[in-house]
């Protein structure tokens, strides 16, 4: 069993920049871009990771900058916030001097003041808003880590351009999986490329509810229909296909898709589920996920 895979929409910023580029210098900026991403523990500074990229510091944060609207410096602290208030949010059984390290911070102090800088919160404070606040408070706080740019995030920008449709499904169902997380990483670390097969049921009554009161059921969609153990009603759902890479990539396609559907005059089923199925998943330490997103709308 399975449904056709629309082309996805690609919402990275970086993928967008590095387009303008020469084939020459976008290869030395992905090697430099992985650096970034992959290895923040060993805490290399920019300089290093320009020269392990082939290209000068003085020509790599000439071009970075004026290609990013940032300095390689200001991306690699940016970056290093990103990953570290993800997994404040989501380990909680994580200590922060563990999450510090891994990020590339020398410290946990070094985290926190950096924590305090740009978002005007305590890793404490954070770690209770995963339990305690909601998706939108959130997103609030994803918005300040996203890429600059002149009018807002570059994430906002391109999310401007995210196809959605309206599609009716017939009824659909699946096999939950009972003690499963579900927290999406969780769940790609425990089923790997068969991620795949996962789909994710939130009742919509729940959205504006706090984290720990927003109930969502996680499911293989892909069994036999004598083994759902949960049905979709047959509907009209507003969705969309979209690749992301980041929690803030993850928070600006919902809310686009929410902007959508109030601007094209639907009204959203209260009584329906929010539906989040992966549609393609890369298994590498920077590897993005395709999402399908799909809201219930009333006709």
Known sequence: MSEN????????PEYALLESLPKNLQTRFVTALKLMHEDLASGLC???IATQSAISPFHFHRQFSE??????????????LQYAVHYIFSKQDYKIIDIAHECGFASSQSLGKALKNTL???AKQIRAMGVTGTPRQTAEILAKLAHPDEYGSLENKLAENLPCELVWYP?????????????????FETFGERATRIMGMTPVSQLE????????????WQVCASEHTISLAEGHYFCCDVYIVSDSGYSVALEQ?????????YQIDPNGYFVEIVRDIEMTVTGGVTFSFQVPVMM
């Not at 290609?67 to 290093?80: A, C, D, I, M, N």
């Not at 898709?257 to 005059?265: C, P, Q, S």
């Open 5 to 12: 895979k629309p082309t996805p929409f690609v919402l990275v």
């Open 46 to 48: 920019w300089e290093q």
């Open 67 to 80: 290609l990013f609207k940032e300095t390689p410096g200001q991306y690699l602290s940016r970056v290093r």
């Open 120 to 122: 005007g919160l305590t």
């Open 171 to 187: 009824q659909r169902g699946m096999k939950l999986l009972p003690n499963i997380s579900t927290e999406w990483d969780t769940i």
């Open 209 to 220: 509810n706090s984290w720990q009161d927003i109930k969502t059921r996680i499911g293989d």
């Open 257 to 265: 898709l929410f902007k959508a559907i109030e601007f094209a005059g």
